[in-house]
C-alpha cells in the first residue's frame, strides 16, 4: 500500500493519508468514425479505505464508463483513456495485460446490475467460485470449495452447503446478485465496484442486498465505489457523494452535506424533481429538457442549457472547482469559495 | 372538474356513481411448456392473476403496486383484452364487453394502454405523427383530420409539431418517446388510460416532467388512469386509490392516505418499510422482509405471503384470508386473518 499525501480539499491542509484510490484528471472517449463521444470529462477523486463513495447521476452521465474506466474493461481499440488510476499502489492505465489479469479479482473487482452477465450459466455457482480462487491463488481444489462455502455463508446465501451446486439460472434474483458478490469478494479485493447492483431488485430485496454491502465492507474493510441514479440509495450507503453530469463530478462531497445543501443547481433540480412523501398535490419542479449529446458537448458548463440561473461566462469557460469546508466542492460560478 | 366533465360526456352510461371500470375475480394461469429438463414431470402452472377484484371510479387514478412477477402488466393485459382471462367478469361502465355486451373494438376506443418500454407500441418505421394517427384512420378518421389531430396531441404533450413531427422514434430521447406514446394513446379520447410503468425506464428529471405531464392531461381531458408501478413513491404522488399485489392476489386497497399512514397487511407494511430513506442520520439496520418472493409457479397454501410474514400462525397455512375490511362499508380492505375478527389468528380482533 502507498502513502501519499493527500491535499484536504476543504481546508487545503495538507495531510498524509493512506489512499486507496487516487484518479486525477480521468477522461475517456470513443472514437469512432462518425463521431467521438466525450462520456468521461475530467474527474478526480480519492478513496481512503473503508470509504464508500456513491457516484450518482443519470443515464449517460458517464457513471459506468468511469467504473470501467477504473478496471481498464473499456474496448481498448475504440477508446481513448488519459489521465491517471491509482489504486493500491498500482498505476493502472500503465499495467501489461498479465499484470491487469491479476489485478482484477485481487485489487479490485466489480459487480453489476445484471448478475447473469456475469455468471456463466452452465457452471454451478460453487464451481464458478472455487474457479476463481484456484485461478488467482493456486490453492487446491478441496481449499477453493471450503473458501467458497464460507463466501456464500458470508453473503448470507440460505442453505449454502446446497446452493453450492446451484446454477444460476435455478436462483431468484436476489441470490443471483448474492452470488455474484460472492464471486467478486472471492480474492478479498481491495476495492470493490458496484455499478447499479441493487437496480432491478425488488423494494423488498434492494434494501437487503444495500445492508448486506453495508455489512460487508465493515467487515472487510474494502473500499467501495457504488454506481446509482436513485438518491433514496446513495442516502442508505454512501459516505461520500460525487454528482455526476456529462461526464464530469459537478458536485461532491459529504452525503449527509449534498443532501441537506446541495450546491449546484443540476444536483438542486435532482433533488427537487425526485419524487418522494410528502409532494402529493403539488407540481413537481421537473428540470426543463435534456443532458447533452456527450459527442457535441458544449464548451463551458453543460448543464447550461436546462439551467435557470446560466449567465454567458457560463457558456464560454468550464467553471473551477469551488470548494467549501468541510470537503463539499461543486463546480458552479454561483458558488462562492 | 373532471366529473362534471365526465356526466357530459355522451358516451357516460351509468352516472358518477357508476365505476368506470370493474373488475371481479380476474384470472389468469399460465401453463408452462415442459422445459428441457422437465422431461416427464409436470408442466408448472403459473397463477399469475388469480381472482383479482377491484373497481376504478370515474375521474380517480387507481395505482396498482407490488413486486416484480406479481401480475401487475398481466392485469393490464387482460382488461386491453390484449390475452383472454381464463374466468372472471369486466364491466366498462357498467357494460360487459364482447358476447352481446360492449364491442371489443369500442372498448379499446375508449380504453388505452402506455406501455413501459417507449419503443414497444411504436414503429420504427413512421414518423412519429403517422404512428399517432394511426389508429384514428383505422377507426374511419379522415386522413388530413387524424393528422391535424396528432399535431396538436404532439403540443399537448409539449413536443413541438414542427420540430419533431416527422422524426423517427430512434430520434427521440426516452422521455420524449414516452410523450409520443402517451399522445398516442390520447388520439382516440379514451376514457380511461392504463399506464404501465410509465416512467420507470425514465431519468428523474425526465420522470418528474412526464408526471406532471399526466396530471394536465388527466385534467385537460376529464381522463381516469390506471397506473402500475413498482415505484412507491410515484404511485403514492399520482394515486387516489391504492391496490397493493401479491403473488397474483389482492392483498390490500384503499384510499391512498391510508394505504401509506395506517397500512394494514404486514407485506404493505414491509414494502413501505423498504424505501430507502433520504436522510443518511436515519439509515435502517435491520432489512424490513428477509427472501425473495417465492416462485409464482407453486405459491404457498393459504396466505401467500406466510413464507415471509413475521406473524403467521396455523390458520395462515390452512385458509387463504379474504379481502375485508374493519367495519361495514369500510373502504380500506387487507386480505390478512389478523385484521379479519375470528379468523382464528392470535391477534384477530374479537368478533363483533
Ligand atoms: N463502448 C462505447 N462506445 C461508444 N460510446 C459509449 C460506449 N460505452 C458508453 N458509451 C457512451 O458513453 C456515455 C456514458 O455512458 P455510461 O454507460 O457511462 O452511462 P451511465 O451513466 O452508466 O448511464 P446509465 O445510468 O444509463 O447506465 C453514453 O453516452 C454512452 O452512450
Ligand atoms: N405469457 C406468459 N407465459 C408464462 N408466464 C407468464 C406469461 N406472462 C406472464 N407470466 C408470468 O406471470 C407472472 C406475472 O407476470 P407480470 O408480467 O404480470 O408481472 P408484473 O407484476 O408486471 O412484474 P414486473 O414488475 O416485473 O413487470 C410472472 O411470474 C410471469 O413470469
Ligand atoms: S455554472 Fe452557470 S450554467 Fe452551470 S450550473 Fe452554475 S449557474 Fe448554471
Ligand atoms: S394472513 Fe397470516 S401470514 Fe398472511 S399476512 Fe396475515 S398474519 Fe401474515
Ligand atoms: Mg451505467
Ligand atoms: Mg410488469
Not at chain 1, 162 to 178: D, F, I, K, T, V
Amino acid at each position: 500500500m502507498t502513502t501519499t499525501v493527500m491535499r484536504d480539499t476543504d481546508t487545503g491542509a495538507e495531510q498524509p493519508a493512506r489512499l486507496l484510490a487516487e484518479v486525477r484528471d480521468l477522461t475517456v472517449r470513443f472514437v469512432s468514425r462518425e463521431a467521438t463521444v466525450h462520456a468521461v470529462n475530467g474527474v478526480s477523486f480519492t478513496l481512503a479505505p473503508g470509504e464508500v463513495l456513491v457516484i450518482l447521476g443519470e443515464s449517460g452521465s458517464g457513471k459506468s464508463v468511469t467504473l470501467r474506466a477504473l478496471m481498464r474493461l473499456l474496448p481498448p481499440k475504440r477508446t481513448v483513456i488519459e489521465g491517471s488510476v491509482r489504486i493500491a499502489g498500482h498505476d493502472v492505465l500503465a499495467l501489461s495485460p498479465t499484470a491487469l489479469e491479476e489485478f482484477r479479482g485481487a485489487v479490485a473487482s466489480m459487480i453489476f446490475q445484471e448478475p447473469m452477465t456475469a455468471l456463466d450459466p452452465v457452471f454451478t455457482i460453487g464451481t464458478q467460485i472455487a474457479e476463481t480462487i484456484i485461478r488467482h491463488e493456486g490453492v487446491s481444489r478441496a481449499e477453493a470449495d471450503r473458501r467458497a462455502l464460507e463466501l456464500l455463508e458470508l453473503v448470507q446465501i440460505p442453505s449454502a452447503r446446497r446452493r453450492l451446486a446451484a446454477y444460476p439460472h435455478e436462483l431468484s434474483g436476489g441470490l443471483r446478485q448474492r452470488a455474484m458478490i460472492a464471486i467478486a469478494l472471492a480474492c478479498r479485493p481491495k476495492l470493490l465496484l458496484a455499478d447499479e447492483p441493487t437496480t432491478a431488485l425488488d423494494a423488498t430485496v434492494q434494501i437487503q442486498i444495500l445492508l448486506l454491502l453495508r455489512k460487508l465492507k465493515e467487515e472487510l474493510g474494502m473500499g467501495v465505489i457504488f454506481v446509482t441514479h436513485d438518491l433514496g440509495v446513495a442516502g442508505e450507503i454512501a459516505d461520500r457523494v460525487a454528482v455526476m453530469y456529462a461526464g464530469r463530478f459537478v458536485e461532491s462531497g459529504e452525503v449527509g452535506e449534498v443532501m441537506k445543501r446541495p450546491l449546484h443547481p443540476y444536483t438542486q433540480g435532482l433533488m427537487g424533481s425526485t419524487v418522494h412523501a410528502g409532494l402529493r398535490g403539488t407540481r413537481l419542479a421537473a428540470i426543463p429538457g435534456a443532458p447533452p449529446d456527450l459527442s457535441r458537448l458544449p464548451p463551458g458548463c453543460a448543464f447550461a442549457p436546462r439551467c435557470a440561473f446560466a449567465e454567458p461566462v457560463c457558456r464560454e469557460r468550464l467553471p473551477e472547482e469551488m470548494h467549501l469546508p468541510p470537503r463539499h466542492m461543486a463546480r458552479c460560478i454561483r458558488v462562492a469559495a | 372538474m373532471t366529473s362534471v366533465y365526465a356526466s357530459r360526456d355522451p358516451r357516460d352510461r351509468g352516472g358518477p356513481a357508476q365505476p368506470l371500470l370493474s373488475v371481479r375475480d380476474l384470472t389468469r394461469h399460465f401453463v408452462l411448456a415442459r422445459g428441457v429438463f422437465g422431461l416427464g414431470r409436470s408442466a408448472g402452472v403459473v397463477r399469475a392473476v388469480d381472482g383479482v377484484s377491484f373497481t376504478v371510479a370515474k375521474g380517480e387514478t387507481l395505482g396498482i403496486v407490488g413486486e416484480s412477477g406479481c401480475g401487475k402488466s398481466t392485469t393490464a393485459r387482460l382488461l386491453m383484452r390484449l390475452i383472454e382471462p381464463d374466468s372472471g367478469e369486466v364491466l366498462f361502465d357498467g357494460e360487459t364487453v364482447g358476447g352481446g355486451g360492449m364491442e371489443l373494438r369500442e372498448m379499446r376506443r375508449q380504453m388505452q394502454m402506455v406501455f413501459q418500454d417507449s419503443y414497444a407500441s411504436l414503429n420504427p418505421r413512421l414518423p412519429i405523427e403517422d404512428s399517432i394517427a394511426f389508429a384514428p384512420i383505422v377507426h374511419g378518421v379522415p386522413k388530413a383530420r387524424a393528422r391535424a389531430k396528432a399535431r396538436e396531441l404532439l403540443a399537448a404533450v409539449g413536443l413541438a409539431p414542427d420540430q419533431f413531427a416527422q422524426r423517427y422514434p430512434h430520434q427521440l430521447s426516452g422521455g420524449q418517446r414516452q410523450r409520443v406514446n402517451i399522445a398516442r394513446a390520447l388520439a382516440l379520447e379514451p376514457r380511461l388510460i392504463v399506464l404501465d410503468e410509465p416512467v420507470s425506464a425514465l431519468d428523474k428529471s425526465v420522470e418528474a416532467q412526464v408526471l406532471n405531464l399526466l396530471l394536465d392531461l388527466k385534467r385537460d381531458f376529464a381522463l381516469t388512469y390506471l397506473f402500475i408501478s413498482h415505484d412507491l413513491n410515484v404511485v403514492q404522488f399520482v394515486s387516489d386509490r391504492v391496490l397493493v399485489m401479491y403473488l397474483g392476489r389482492v392483498v390490500e386497497v384503499g384510499p391512498v392516505e391510508a394505504i401509506y399512514r395506517t397500512p394494514r397487511h404486514p407485506y404493505t407494511r414491509a414494502l413501505l418499510a423498504s424505501r430507502p430513506s433520504m436522510d443518511p442520520g436515519r439509515r435502517m439496520t435491520e432489512p424490513p422482509l428477509s427472501g425473495d418472493p417465492p416462485n409464482p409457479i407453486n405459491p404457498p397454501s393459504g396466505c401467500r405471503f406466510r413464507t415471509r410474514c413475521a406473524f403467521a400462525e396455523g390458520v395462515c397455512a390452512e385458509r387463504e384470508p379474504a379481502l375485508s375490511g374493519s367495519f361495514t362499508g369500510d373502504a380500506h380492505l387487507a386480505a390478512c386473518h389478523m385484521t379479519a375478527a375470528g379468523s382464528g389468528h392470535s391477534q384477530a380482533p374479537g368478533r363483533g
